[in-house]
């Protein structure tokens, strides 16, 4: 797999320019293509780095504390989606076109 030729950390390194490409695309796009093509990047990046930093975590973390650490892991990720539904609604966010377009450019800025 790609993760065991370039390793973990390399991989999560490179995984950030599909996501960055997707953040892009879906926040400056202009056609239904790039919204489409952005949104793909963008979960291809969001899919390969939940794996490889689970799996990064596992390995790194000591055993007496390596399921504490992948339990931790999975509820940031379950408060992201909550902050990100949150965040989403149109009080929030706006009624207009700069309110989504500024939500998809969120990720950008970690």
Known sequence: ???????????????????????????????????????????FGVGVGSVTTNVFLSELSPVSIRGGVGALYGVTLAVGTLFAFIFSIPQVIGDGDVGWRLFMAIPVIP
């Open 1 to 43: 797999s790609l993760t065991d030729r370039l390793g973990r950390r390399k991989t999560m390194m490179l995984n950030c320019l599909p996501f960055l490409a997707g953040c892009a695309l879906t926040s400056g796009a202009a056609w239904y293509f790039m919204l489409v093509l952005g949104r793909f990047l963008t979960g």
